[in-house]
Protein backbone atom coordinates (compact mmCIF):
# COMPACT_ATOMS: atom_id res chain seq x y z
CA UNK A 1 0.00 0.00 0.00
CA UNK A 2 2.86 2.16 0.80
CA UNK A 3 4.75 1.75 -2.39
CA UNK A 4 1.90 2.39 -4.29
CA UNK A 5 0.89 6.05 -2.72
CA UNK A 6 5.00 6.43 -3.19
CA UNK A 7 4.78 5.83 -7.06
CA UNK A 8 1.64 7.73 -7.39
CA UNK A 9 2.97 10.57 -5.25
CA UNK A 10 5.99 10.09 -8.07
CA UNK A 11 3.52 10.27 -10.91
CA UNK A 12 2.19 13.57 -10.26
CA UNK A 13 5.01 15.36 -8.87
CA UNK A 14 6.91 13.87 -12.46
CA UNK A 15 3.85 15.33 -14.34
CA UNK A 16 3.41 18.82 -12.32
CA UNK A 17 6.82 19.04 -13.31
CA UNK A 18 6.33 18.25 -17.08
CA UNK A 19 3.46 20.95 -16.60
CA UNK A 20 5.26 23.14 -15.70
CA UNK A 21 8.13 22.45 -18.17
CA UNK A 22 5.95 22.77 -20.77
CA UNK A 23 4.59 26.18 -19.91
CA UNK A 24 8.04 27.45 -19.68
CA UNK A 25 8.77 26.61 -22.89
CA UNK A 26 5.29 27.76 -24.96
CA UNK A 27 6.11 31.23 -22.47
CA UNK A 28 10.03 31.33 -23.97
CA UNK A 29 8.18 30.23 -27.72
CA UNK A 30 5.63 33.10 -27.49
CA UNK A 31 8.35 35.67 -26.75
CA UNK A 32 9.93 34.80 -29.57
CA UNK A 33 7.54 34.72 -32.30
CA UNK A 34 6.33 38.49 -30.55
CA UNK A 35 10.03 39.13 -31.10
CA UNK A 36 10.22 37.96 -34.66
CA UNK A 37 6.85 40.09 -35.30
CA UNK A 38 7.43 42.77 -34.31
CA UNK A 39 10.94 43.07 -35.82
CA UNK A 40 9.13 42.51 -39.28
CA UNK A 41 6.51 45.36 -38.21
CA UNK A 42 9.30 47.94 -37.73
CA UNK A 43 11.03 47.03 -40.96
CA UNK A 44 7.38 47.50 -42.62
CA UNK A 45 7.78 50.95 -40.57
CA UNK A 46 10.78 51.53 -42.09
CA UNK A 47 10.25 50.94 -45.59
CA UNK A 48 6.86 53.01 -45.17
CA UNK A 49 8.94 56.28 -43.75
CA UNK A 50 11.35 55.95 -46.34
CA UNK A 51 8.69 55.52 -49.02
CA UNK A 52 6.84 59.04 -47.97
CA UNK A 53 10.11 60.77 -47.35
CA UNK A 54 11.06 60.46 -51.08
CA UNK A 55 8.01 62.98 -52.24
CA UNK A 56 8.76 66.34 -51.93
CA UNK A 57 8.44 68.15 -48.75
CA UNK A 58 4.85 70.11 -49.98
CA UNK A 59 2.75 70.36 -53.10
CA UNK A 60 4.05 73.88 -53.37
CA UNK A 61 7.75 72.79 -53.57
CA UNK A 62 7.27 70.30 -56.47
CA UNK A 63 9.46 72.33 -59.65
CA UNK A 64 11.22 74.48 -57.19
CA UNK A 65 14.65 75.04 -57.05
CA UNK A 66 16.25 76.47 -53.87
CA UNK A 67 15.82 76.15 -50.20
CA UNK A 68 12.83 77.22 -48.83
CA UNK A 69 13.17 79.69 -46.53
CA UNK A 70 9.22 80.62 -45.85
CA UNK A 71 5.58 79.16 -44.86
CA UNK A 72 4.20 81.35 -47.64
CA UNK A 73 2.38 78.61 -50.14
CA UNK A 74 2.71 75.89 -48.27
CA UNK A 75 -0.72 73.37 -47.98
CA UNK A 76 -3.03 73.30 -44.84
CA UNK A 77 -2.85 71.27 -42.37
CA UNK A 78 -7.23 70.71 -42.82
CA UNK A 79 -5.92 69.91 -46.95
CA UNK A 80 -3.65 67.35 -46.12
CA UNK A 81 -4.04 63.78 -47.43
CA UNK A 82 -4.27 63.21 -51.21
CA UNK A 83 -4.69 65.90 -53.85
CA UNK A 84 -7.12 65.86 -56.55
CA UNK A 85 -6.06 63.28 -59.39
CA UNK A 86 -3.98 61.53 -57.08
CA UNK A 87 -5.98 58.28 -57.63
CA UNK A 88 -3.10 55.68 -55.64
CA UNK A 89 0.31 55.80 -53.93
CA UNK A 90 2.32 56.08 -57.09
CA UNK A 91 0.47 59.10 -57.86
CA UNK A 92 1.21 61.17 -54.61
CA UNK A 93 4.13 63.87 -54.92
CA UNK A 94 4.13 65.24 -51.69
CA UNK A 95 4.80 63.83 -48.42
CA UNK A 96 1.21 65.40 -46.80
CA UNK A 97 -0.48 62.90 -49.61
CA UNK A 98 -0.18 59.96 -47.26
CA UNK A 99 -1.66 61.19 -44.53
CA UNK A 100 -4.59 59.35 -43.15
CA UNK A 101 -3.55 56.36 -45.54
CA UNK A 102 -3.80 52.67 -43.99
CA UNK A 103 -3.18 49.77 -46.00
CA UNK A 104 -2.46 45.98 -45.36
CA UNK A 105 1.32 44.61 -45.93
CA UNK A 106 2.25 40.75 -45.42
CA UNK A 107 4.76 39.64 -44.51
CA UNK A 108 6.19 35.64 -45.66
CA UNK A 109 7.68 34.25 -42.30
CA UNK A 110 7.76 30.08 -41.30
CA UNK A 111 6.16 29.16 -44.63
CA UNK A 112 2.79 31.50 -43.44
CA UNK A 113 1.79 34.94 -43.49
CA UNK A 114 1.89 37.39 -40.73
CA UNK A 115 -0.71 40.05 -41.67
CA UNK A 116 0.08 43.84 -40.67
CA UNK A 117 -1.46 47.26 -41.12
CA UNK A 118 0.03 50.47 -41.16
CA UNK A 119 -1.40 53.66 -41.32
CA UNK A 120 -0.16 57.60 -41.72
CA UNK A 121 -0.26 60.72 -40.44
CA UNK A 122 1.26 63.64 -41.17
CA UNK A 123 1.02 67.27 -39.37
CA UNK A 124 3.21 70.42 -38.52
CA UNK A 125 5.37 70.37 -36.31
CA UNK A 126 7.13 73.66 -34.32
CA UNK A 127 10.90 73.23 -35.80
CA UNK A 128 12.93 74.13 -32.33
CA UNK A 129 10.37 71.85 -30.24
CA UNK A 130 8.66 69.15 -31.94
CA UNK A 131 5.93 70.29 -30.86
CA UNK A 132 1.96 69.88 -32.95
CA UNK A 133 1.63 73.12 -34.69
CA UNK A 134 -1.90 74.00 -35.88
CA UNK A 135 -0.72 76.34 -38.97
CA UNK A 136 1.79 75.38 -41.60
CA UNK A 137 5.67 75.40 -40.67
CA UNK A 138 8.55 74.16 -41.92
CA UNK A 139 8.87 71.12 -40.23
CA UNK A 140 6.27 67.81 -41.02
CA UNK A 141 6.47 65.14 -38.32
CA UNK A 142 5.36 61.56 -39.76
CA UNK A 143 4.23 58.52 -38.00
CA UNK A 144 3.77 55.53 -39.66
CA UNK A 145 1.88 52.79 -37.30
CA UNK A 146 2.19 49.17 -38.11
CA UNK A 147 -0.23 46.58 -36.30
CA UNK A 148 -0.42 43.01 -36.19
CA UNK A 149 -3.32 40.85 -35.18
CA UNK A 150 -2.89 38.64 -33.06
CA UNK A 151 -0.36 35.75 -33.51
CA UNK A 152 -2.84 32.90 -32.76
CA UNK A 153 -1.69 31.90 -29.47
CA UNK A 154 -3.43 32.64 -26.13
CA UNK A 155 -2.48 35.79 -23.97
CA UNK A 156 -0.15 36.95 -27.10
CA UNK A 157 -0.51 40.63 -26.90
CA UNK A 158 -1.27 42.81 -30.42
CA UNK A 159 1.96 43.38 -31.73
CA UNK A 160 2.55 47.36 -32.82
CA UNK A 161 5.33 49.27 -34.55
CA UNK A 162 5.13 53.02 -34.15
CA UNK A 163 8.00 55.10 -35.55
CA UNK A 164 8.09 58.93 -36.50
CA UNK A 165 10.47 61.46 -38.44
CA UNK A 166 10.52 65.06 -38.82
CA UNK A 167 11.38 66.24 -42.10
CA UNK A 168 12.39 69.64 -43.46
CA UNK A 169 12.27 71.28 -46.90
CA UNK A 170 15.85 70.80 -47.52
CA UNK A 171 18.33 73.41 -49.65
CA UNK A 172 20.09 70.51 -52.08
CA UNK A 173 17.68 68.73 -53.52
CA UNK A 174 15.44 69.84 -56.88
CA UNK A 175 11.57 68.75 -55.91
CA UNK A 176 10.56 66.97 -59.02
CA UNK A 177 8.53 63.73 -59.51
CA UNK A 178 9.62 61.86 -62.72
Same mark, same amino acid.
Given at each position: ?????????????????????????????????????????????????????????????????????????????????????? *???????????????????????????????? *????????????????????????????????????????????????????????????
Amino acid at each position: MQQTILALAAVLVFSLYALSRHGADASRERLAITAEVETAAVGIARERLHEITTRSYDEADIGRDGARTSTVGLTSPSNFGRDTGE *SSEPSFDDIDDFHGRARPDTVRWNNRDLVFRD *SVSVRYVVPETAAPSSSATLAKEITVTVTAARAGFIGTPEVAARLRRIVTPTADVSHSMS
